[in-house]
């Protein structure tokens, strides 16, 4: 696969980067572990070099699987990961926290877990509301001279959030969800970053499996798998999105492809600088992710995906209000 650079800050990456969240939480059951770290290391052979971790991602669990798997080839590969929650003292998660005390000990924790002197591509998961993010990019700007961190990242953050933060350290990449289920970074983000060349690492960029044409209506979310929760994935208003999904599969058996394929192509083809991270647990799915990287869309196919996208209104919203509080805008 060719590469992509992450803005201006010369950071290479594939063009598609795996997203682990999902070996550890929110979708079911986490597999066995020692398949993980099989799958891990089969998707370096295959040519992902971007993976994507956080330390509330189990709490901690996922961090822990990365850094065994890819501890033999940590040179090939570029890790990302993210701090931006606190803990009780059970370990769960309570909240957000970006003090600068807090950032520091997080780093410490992600770089034991993660088995490496520095840590790659290093994001602000939430923005705390009470420190100002001139603090937190500082402190980040410290960790990168003290050779901790080589990039700053930032993970659901609006344009005003992200042009401050820059301003007091250059900003790497924005992570935050952008698919053809969910379009709003095309409103105000994706032109800020285009004028501060910072590039965007989409997550969910297949919406969460619903993209890939595998969720009907039928389809009845298990125990531990987070879309059960969602109100788009709510029986109604699943029903009424699968129209686009229709549309998407129509288009995809025209191109020989499957409609996972042609989401991500679309995604690809909106901007050079753009890496999405479709998470998967199955070298099959991978595979079938990665060969989007191959796939050319028309002008006519992306202006009758854009339409489609544009005219289908998606029913429900993106998260519950407890987790839409988290999203700064």
């Not at 389809?219 to 929760?229: A, C, H, L």
């Not at 129509?250 to 991500?264: D, M, N, V, W, Y």
């Not at 799915?285 to 544009?310: I, Q």
Request: proline share 6%.
């Amino acid at each position: 696969m060719k590469s992509r650079v992450l803005g201006s800050s010369g950071l290479e990456v594939s063009p598609l980067g795996l997203g682990c969240m999902g070996m550890s939480q929110s979708f079911g059951p986490r597999p066995p572990r020692d398949e993980m770290i099989t799958f891990l290391r089969t998707a370096v052979e295959r040519g992902v070099t971007l993976f994507d971790t956080a330390e509330v991602y189990g709490p901690f669990h996922n961090e822990e699987l990365v850094g065994e798997a890819l501890e033999p080839i940590r040179e090939q590969v570029v890790i990302a990961t993210k701090f931006g929650f606190a803990f009780d003292e059970d370990g769960a998660q309570s909240g957000v926290s970006s003090r600068p005390a807090h950032i520091r000990a997080a780093v410490d924790g992600s770089l034991r877990r993660l088995r490496t002197d520095t840590i790659d591509l290093l994001y602000q998961h939430r923005v705390d509301p009470d420190v100002p993010i001139e603090d937190v990019a500082g402190t980040v700007k410290e960790l990168i001279e003290a050779g901790k961190v080589r990039h700053f990242g930032m993970s659901e953050a609006g344009v005003k959030t992200i042009r401050r933060a820059h301003a007091a350290q250059p900003v790497t990449a924005l992570q935050s969800e952008y698919s053809l289920f969910w379009r709003e970074p095309e409103d105000e983000i994706l032109p800020a970053l285009s004028e501060l060349r910072i590039g965007f690492v989409p997550f969910s960029p297949l919406g969460r499996g619903f993209l890939t044409g595998q969720v009907t209506a039928d389809t009845q979310f298990g125990e531990g798998d987070i879309r059960g929760s969602l109100p788009r994935f709510q029986r109604d208003a699943l029903a009424a999105n699968l129209a686009l999904v229709d549309r998407i599969t129509e288009i995809a058996q025209r191109k020989s492809a499957t409609p996972g394929q042609i989401a991500l192509a679309w995604l690809l083809a909106q901007q050079p600088w753009i890496v999405p991270i479709p998470g998967t647990r199955r070298l099959e799915r991978l595979d079938e992710n990665l060969g989007a990287a191959d796939l050319d869309l028309t002008p006519e196919d992306l202006a009758e995906l854009d339409e489609a996208s544009t005219n289908i209104q998606v029913q429900g919203d993106r998260y519950p209000e407890a987790m839409q509080r988290m999203i700064d805008r």
